[in-house]
């Protein structure tokens, strides 16, 4: 079982910055890949970033040149850094995991959701 929690959302200005963290924990030796989504009210899920265990990135191209993800694998957490906020980054932003390795070895596909943050930007 893998337990996901986020935190750093809340209100910001237009042209501000948050950071936003999540981490995993459970019986976890490693996490293959780690990013965070968002939804808004009444639409998708849209991807934001991702990060594998090299470090590889992935951004959304609503995002680019703003966001940055990093993440601490002796830790297991995963970091979302936003700059220049618009308020059409409001929105929740969920934090998830995918494929996990236990410490008895075993490889799970799958991947697993934190309950989500707020973040709304607004003047």
């Known amino acids: 079982q893998v337990h996901l929690v986020e935190s750093g959302g809340g209100l910001v200005q237009p042209g501000g910055s948050l950071k936003l963290s999540c981490a995993a924990s459970g019986s976890i030796f490693s996490i293959n890949t780690m990013g965070w989504y968002r939804q808004g009210p009444g639409e998708q899920r849209d991807l934001i970033a991702t990060?594998?265990?090299?470090?590889?990135?992935e951004y959304g191209e609503s995002v680019k040149g703003r966001f940055t993800i990093s993440r601490d694998n002796a830790k297991n957490t995963v970091s979302l850094q936003m700059n220049m906020l618009r308020p059409e980054d409001t929105a929740v932003y969920l934090c998830?995991?995918?494929?996990?390795?236990?410490?008895?070895?075993?490889?799970?596909?799958?991947?697993?959701w934190g309950q989500g943050a707020q973040v709304t930007v607004s003047s």
């Open positions: 998830n995991v995918e494929g996990i390795k236990d410490w008895s070895g075993n490889y799970y596909m799958g991947d697993y």
């Open positions: 990060i594998d265990r090299t470090g590889d990135t």
